[in-house]
């Protein structure tokens, strides 16, 4: 009875030991499957893109996946999705891949999907990626630097203002499908209010190949600058939410209320401190 016993205890052992090492390799099939699917969608979102910025008068020059130095990025290094050089305008362009409804605004520090996934306002991200590109593009050409955000149509805008959608702004929130004639539009404005070009084409020619001088293309530097943004996500994420003014720790559910509502401005707070803002 002892053997037996034992014996059965031994296969019941290894039972439990293959479903553990199912489990797992489930799990890790699963999060692949999702990185994968996620790296798919985004390029097919660059490649929609592509076709929009390939499609502008010939005169006009476009730059994608650029990395450049930037002294004040926490990695040191600022990656640009695209960048489209034109008479009327330098448009730097911010590419989102998410799914969902996008809370924001042009004065809030923090935006988020669904009120759930928090991100930094992409604009600010903008922002340090044009002040990288003025470090060793001529000044005179600094005014005609034009900021856009583009998201995927599978987002809807909730923002606090509407001045981001506006054409009049150098700063313009986009759905990707709208990005060509946002661009078009933003042209025929300047090209209307000023008589002559702000950059020629030979300017055009000589900006695009001051940028594709200074674009860093060495792949261990950007797998670098790549990895320690995922390493600084991965430590925001398990660091969990904290009330701005007492820097207590608050639950999801009102990680989610703060970040949906506009009155916080993209900030969390415990319930205590939300009745004072």
């Known amino acids: 009875m002892g053997f037996l016993s034992k014996l059965f205890s031994n296969k019941k052992d290894e039972t439990q030991k293959r479903s553990t090492l199912t489990k797992k390799k489930t799990t890790s099939h699963k999060k692949k499957d999702s990185e994968n699917v996620a790296k798919?969608?985004?390029?097919?979102?660059?490649?929609?893109?592509?076709?929009?910025?390939?499609?502008?008068?010939?005169?006009?020059?476009?730059?994608?996946?650029?990395?450049?130095?930037?002294?004040?990025?926490?990695?040191?290094?600022?990656?640009?999705?695209?960048?489209?050089?034109?008479?009327?305008?330098i448009f730097v362009i911010e590419t989102k891949n998410y799914q969902g409804t996008i809370y924001g605004g042009k004065d809030r520090k923090v935006w988020s999907v669904n009120g759930k996934f928090k991100m930094?306002?992409?604009?600010?991200?903008?922002?340090?990626?044009?002040?990288?590109l003025k470090a060793f593009i001529d000044e005179k050409y600094h005014p005609f630097f034009i900021s856009m955000v583009s998201f995927t149509k599978r987002c809807t805008f909730k923002l606090n203002d509407t001045e981001l959608r506006k054409i009049a702004s150098n700063e313009l929130l986009v759905y990707d499908v709208e990005l060509s004639d946002?661009?078009?539009?933003?042209?025929?404005?300047?090209?209307?209010?000023?008589?002559?070009?702000?950059?020629?084409?030979?300017?055009?020619?000589?900006?695009?190949?001051?940028?594709?001088?200074?674009?860093?293309?060495?792949?261990?530097?950007?797998?670098?600058?790549?990895?320690?943004?995922?390493?600084?996500?991965?430590?925001?994420?398990?660091?969990?939410?904290?009330?701005?003014?007492?820097?207590?720790?608050?639950?999801?559910?009102?990680?989610?209320?703060?970040?949906?509502?506009?009155?916080?401005?993209?900030?969390?707070?415990?319930?205590?401190?939300?009745?004072?803002?």
């Open 40 to 89: 798919r969608k985004g390029e097919i979102g660059e490649y929609k893109i592509n076709i929009q910025l390939d499609q502008l008068p010939k005169e006009y020059m476009h730059l994608e996946d650029v990395m450049v130095k930037n002294t004040k990025g926490k990695t040191g290094y600022s990656q640009i999705d695209h960048i489209l050089i034109s008479p009327y305008g």
């Open 120 to 132: 930094m306002n992409p604009f600010k991200q903008n922002y340090g990626h044009i002040q990288a």
């Open 182 to 277: 946002y661009i078009a539009r933003k042209i025929a404005v300047n090209k209307h209010q000023y008589k002559d070009p702000f950059i020629t084409d030979s300017e055009i020619q000589k900006i695009y190949a001051q940028v594709e001088k200074s674009n860093i293309t060495d792949q261990s530097i950007r797998k670098q600058h790549v990895d320690s943004l995922k390493k600084e996500n991965k430590e925001s994420k398990e660091e969990g939410a904290k009330c701005k003014i007492c820097h207590k720790p608050v639950s999801a559910k009102v990680k989610a209320y703060c970040l949906s509502n506009r009155t916080f401005k993209g900030e969390i707070y415990c319930y205590d401190h939300q009745k004072n803002i």
